[in-house]
């Protein structure tokens, strides 16, 4: 739903993003502690962000080589019929 359609109901921008702030510990409901600080170390180590880049990069290349070979195609299509 977009923001404006959820204005129609009372639903405001603070009450969709006050609840997601309190949960991650960084909103005013946190409170001026940081003693509840999630710790996500475990987490973010378990896996190597360089593999995902190298994946994304050659999905990428590989689009990039197809639009570029339609591409080329449509240009030397156009060059044989003379428009």
Known sequence: ?????LKKFGVGLTTL???VLSFAGTGPAAGASGASAVDFSSVTSAFS????????LAIAAV?????????GAKIIMS???GK
Not at 1 to 5: I, T, V
Request: no cysteine; proline share 7%.
């Open 63 to 71: 689009l990039m080589t197809v639009y570029v070979a339609m591409k």
């Open 49 to 56: 962000a360089g593999s995902i880049v190298t994946g994304v």
């Open 17 to 19: 993003v006050l609840p």
């Open 79 to 81: 060059m044989v019929r």
């Open 1 to 5: 739903m977009r923001l404006p359609a």
